[in-house]
């Protein structure tokens, strides 16, 4: 027979999931009508890369990952910085223009994804059953 847990330790636990699931969903994001598809680990910025954004907002009046077009271009610089690419965020955001030219944040495509089930998909596995 199972022991009751103790409802700080069953709220405590709930946390534990609820932040490893974050931190294993990733948003595909997918300006309609260009080639560019990307993807955003919100909740799992790497330190480095944090490092990197702290830097660059000490310049900047207002938060770097804010709503609409300019947010996703940010969103974008920072999967790249994730991804290990050394640029700039002028640099995307002026290749943004060029691949993007046009784009509305209504034709912006965003869906939340499973990180661990896209990497298989990419590797041609299939994702274990839990």
């Not at 999967?79 to 509305?104: I, K, M, N, P």
């Amino acid at each position: 027979m199972a022991k009751a847990k103790r409802p700080k330790q069953e709220a405590a636990e709930n946390e534990v999931a609820a932040r490893l699931s974050r931190a294993a969903t990733v948003l595909e994001i997918h300006p309609i009508g260009t080639d560019l598809t990307f993807r955003f680990a919100a909740f799992n910025v790497p330190i480095g890369v944090q490092r990197t954004l702290h830097a660059e907002l000490r310049a900047e009046p207002v938060d770097l990952l804010g709503r609409g077009l300019p947010g996703v271009v940010a969103a974008w610089w920072v999967s790249r910085l994730a991804g290990g690419e050394d640029v700039t965020l002028a640099e995307v955001e002026s290749e943004w223009d060029e691949r993007c030219a046009g784009t509305s944040i209504s034709s912006v495509q965003v869906e939340a994804i499973d990180a661990a089930e896209a990497v298989d998909a990419e590797k041609g596995e299939a994702a274990p059953e839990s």
